[in-house]
């Protein structure tokens, strides 16, 4: 009998030693660490997660048993907050649930998609192919209103919340609610005020964009080029030109003065050589730019050159002949400082 006794102690003991031990395995603290971020990567294995988790843990093989006991091999992709103190429980039920967090999405002065794409894709899990792809989706361009030379414009810079596994698609689906939401009635109604659409706004805001670098003085030159637009003049804007050289003779190529061989290019975005707007931005318009295109400053200014005196700042001109001169005082001042090309 007092054998029984010690056998069924034993087999007790043992239930609550395992019991313990399951308890201590699943709810003791195991995270060291203070507040911090991880991301888990699109089709993480367990054991990258293992590899992701180990700076954060006190024990791994406590976090590994503790998965087999609650059958865990597969996190949600995602970015999630680690806090010290955190039990494998807590730890695993969040990965499991996929208890995300939200991210700021930032971007700005991207002038290319790819480039644009490439920025993305440090921000959220999709990578620079993916998301390229998406933003080049033919269908999706024509069926909203866009073509593949001002589709860039469907992007407006700013800082957007989203969950760092957001897809290619979902994030070109964001942008375009976004680019909805900015143009409301009130800014289409602005634009057309000025005689353009949404797209045409865009388009010349992004050569504002490229002139100043003063925000003070985007209205007075938005204004300067609707009025050239208004009476049929060409735009003969330097940045167009700029940017037309670099597509064909390369990106980085750096001018810093604008010659006839420049201005000489054949290319839709030459603006010396055709009227009108180019078919698309020459870059990525920030809000402040459209903001001076749907706000321009009224004025009878036809012309402007940079202002040596002042750098970044330009001289307004009404007249063609005033305009020459000051043109020509700014070429001697480059000829000055040996800036010949």
Same mark, same amino acid.
């Given at each position: ?39 888990? #990567? ?12 180990? &700076?954060?843990? %006190? ?15 597969? #996190? ?54 993916? $998301? ?41 689906? %964001?942008? $375009? ?20 659409? #949404? ?39 330097? &940045? ?32 010396? %050589?055709?009227?009108?707007? #180019? &078919? ?17 400053? %009224? ?11 002042? &750098? ?30």
């Amino acid at each position: 009998m007092k054998k029984k006794y010690i056998i069924a102690l034993v087999f007790i003991l043992g239930i609550f030693s395992g019991v313990y031990l399951m308890n201590k395995t699943l709810y003791a603290p195991n995270v060291s660490t203070k507040k911090t971020y991880i991301d888990i #990567p699109d089709k993480t294995d367990f054991d990258t997660l293992i590899q992701i988790l180990s &700076p954060y843990l %006190k024990s791994k093989p406590s976090f590994k048993l503790a998965s087999k006991i609650k059958r865990f091999s597969k #996190p949600k992709t995602g970015r999630y907050l680690l806090k010290k103190g955190m039990s494998n429980n807590e730890l695993i039920n969040m990965l499991r649930i996929g208890k995300r967090l939200e991210v700021n999405v930032t971007f700005n002065n991207k002038n290319y998609l790819d480039d644009l794409a490439g920025a993305i894709s440090r921000q959220i899990a999709p990578d620079s192919l993916s $998301l390229l792809q998406a933003m080049r989706d033919k269908n999706f361009i024509r069926e909203n209103g866009f073509t593949k030379d001002n589709t860039l414009l469907m992007y407006i810079p700013n800082t957007y919340r989203m969950y760092y596994n957001t897809g290619a698609k979902q994030f070109r689906k %964001k942008m $375009l609610d976004e680019y909805h939401k900015f143009w409301n009635d009130k800014r289409i109604a602005l634009a057309k005020k000025q005689g353009l659409t #949404p797209v045409e706004a865009g388009i010349l805001a992004s050569i504002i964009q490229k002139e100043s670098t003063k925000t003070s003085e985007l209205p007075r030159i938005a204004g300067v080029y609707l009025n050239r637009l208004k009476k049929g003049m060409l735009l003969q804007a330097d &940045p167009t030109v700029v940017y037309a050289y670099q597509q064909k003779h390369g990106r980085d190529l750096v001018i810093k003065r604008v010659l006839n061989k420049h201005k000489d290019i054949e290319s839709p975005y030459n603006t010396y %050589k055709h009227t009108g707007l #180019p &078919p698309g931005p020459i870059c990525m318009p920030d809000i402040q730019s459209i903001k001076a295109v749907l706000h321009p400053e %009224k004025h009878h200014y036809y012309y402007f050159v940079a202002d040596f005196d002042k &750098p970044g700042y330009h001289i307004f001109s009404k007249s063609l002949s005033e305009h020459n001169r000051h043109a020509q005082n700014y070429h001697t001042h480059l000829n000055r400082n040996k800036i010949y090309h």
